[in-house]
C-alpha cells in the first residue's frame, strides 16, 4: 500500500535536512564559498555598475543609515568609556610619539604645511587683525616699559633711588602722583604706536623663510619625538574624553543634517557613477582592488568558529530545514509525490 504524499515529502525532507548537514563542515562550506564567488565576481565583471544599482539608490542607502538613522546613547556611552579605557592604559600613556610617528613623516607634513604659503599669509593677517591679539601686543608693551621704567630709569632720578629703598609708601607719599602719571603717559605711547607695532609684528611674522619654519618645526619634534603620550595629555583626565566624544556626537548629529552634507555625498556618488558607471565593474573592482581572493581570506578564518557554534546550538538545522520545507511542503511538491491514479479494468461482455 503507497504512502500518502505527506508522509512521503516528510521522510524527503529530513532526508535531505541531514543530507545538508553532513556538507555544512568549514572545509566544504570554503570550498562551496571559492567556487560560488569565483562565478559571481566572474559575471559582475562583465556587468555595468548602473545594471546593479543606480546612483540615486546609493544616495537613498546614505540619506537613511547615515542622516535619518538615530544614534542610540548606549552607542554614545560606549565609545566614550572605550576612549577613556584607551587613554587610560598603560600601553597608550608608556607609548612615544616617535612610535607612531617617524621623523620623515613629520617632514614630509611640516614641508606640505608650508607649501601652502598664501594660507600662512592669511591666516597670519587674521590673528593679526584679533582684537585679542592687540590687546596682547599692547599688554605686553605696558609691562615692559613699565618695569624698565622702574628696574633702569627711574634709579638714575636724583632722590628716586633713596625713595625706593625707603619703601613704596614712602613714594607714594612723596609723590603721589609719580604712578599714575607714568601708567598714563605709557598707554598714551602704546595707543599712538599701536598700528605701527602691528605692521611691524606683521613684517616679522612675514620675514621667516620657509627654512627658517622648517628649521623651528623640527626643532619641535626633537623635543617632542621622546615624550610618552601619557606625558603630552597630562591636565587632561578621563571626564575630559568622556566630554570631547559627547562634543563630537553633538556636531555629527547636526552637520549630518546640513546642506553641505548632502551636497558632499551625493555630488561624490554622481562623481563615482560618472567615472564607473557605464563601463564594466571590472574597473572599480580592479581600481579597488576587490577580489574573491581578498574576501576569502578576510572570511574563511571565522568559519570554523562560526560552522562549530551554529552545529551546536541547532541553528543550522533550524536554518536548513525551514528553507526546505516550504518546497515539501509545497502543493506543487505534494501532488507529484501524489501516486498516480488507479485506472479501472473494463468489464468484458
Known amino acids: 500500500m503507497s504512502q500518502p504524499p505527506d508522509s512521503v515529502a516528510a521522510q524527503l525532507l529530513e532526508r535531505h535536512v541531514a543530507h545538508e548537514l553532513d556538507r555544512f563542515d568549514s572545509e566544504s562550506l570554503s570550498q562551496w564559498l571559492r567556487t560560488e564567488l569565483h562565478e559571481l565576481m566572474t559575471w559582475l565583471r562583465g556587468r555595468r555598475l548602473e545594471e546593479i544599482v543606480t546612483a540615486q539608490q546609493v544616495k537613498d542607502i546614505i540619506r537613511r543609515n547615515v542622516v535619518d538613522r538615530e544614534i542610540s546613547g548606549a552607542g554614545v556611552e560606549i565609545a566614550g568609556e572605550a576612549a577613556t579605557h584607551l587613554f587610560t592604559s598603560e600601553a597608550h600613556r608608556q607609548t612615544r610619539l616617535k612610535q607612531i610617528m617617524s621623523t620623515v613623516q613629520f617632514a614630509g607634513f ?186 576569502l581570506t578576510e572570511v574563511e578564518p571565522l568559519l570554523p568558529s562560526l560552522m562549530t557554534a551554529l552545529k551546536e546550538s541547532g541553528q543550522l538545522e533550524a536554518i536548513v530545514r525551514r528553507r526546505l520545507a516550504d518546497f515539501y511542503q509545497s502543493p506543487a511538491a505534494l501532488e507529484l509525490l501524489a501516486p498516480p491514479p488507479v485506472k479501472k479494468k473494463r468489464q468484458s461482455k
Open 110 to 295: 611640516a614641508d606640505k604645511v608650508l607649501e601652502l604659503r598664501e594660507q600662512r599669509m592669511k591666516g597670519i593677517n587674521h590673528i593679526i587683525d584679533l582684537p585679542i591679539y592687540r590687546e596682547l601686543i599692547s599688554g605686553v608693551i605696558y609691562k615692559a616699559i613699565a618695569r624698565y621704567i622702574a628696574d633702569a630709569s627711574m634709579m638714575n632720578v636724583r632722590g628716586v633711588s633713596s625713595m625706593l629703598k625707603m619703601g613704596r609708601g614712602v613714594m607714594n607719599k612723596t609723590m603721589p602722583n609719580l604712578e599714575s602719571a607714568v601708567e598714563e603717559n605709557i598707554k598714551k605711547f602704546i595707543n599712538k604706536n599701536i598700528g605701527f607695532l602691528l605692521r611691524e609684528s606683521k613684517s616679522f611674522f612675514e620675514s621667516f623663510t620657509d627654512e627658517d619654519l622648517r628649521e623651528s618645526a623640527m626643532d619641535l619634534w626633537d623635543i617632542a619625538e621622546n615624550k610618552t603620550l601619557g606625558e603630552i595629555q597630562e591636565g587632561m583626565d578621563s571626564i575630559d574624553l568622556s566630554e570631547f566624544v559627547v562634543l563630537g556626537y553633538e556636531f555629527w548629529l547636526n552637520f549630518r543634517t546640513t546642506p553641505y552634507f548632502k551636497d558632499s555625498y551625493e555630488m561624490i556618488v554622481d562623481y563615482i557613477f560618472t567615472k564607473y558607471g557605464e563601463g564594466d565593474l571590472s574597473l572599480l573592482l580592479d581600481d579597488f582592488d576587490v577580489t574573491s581572493e581578498r574576501i
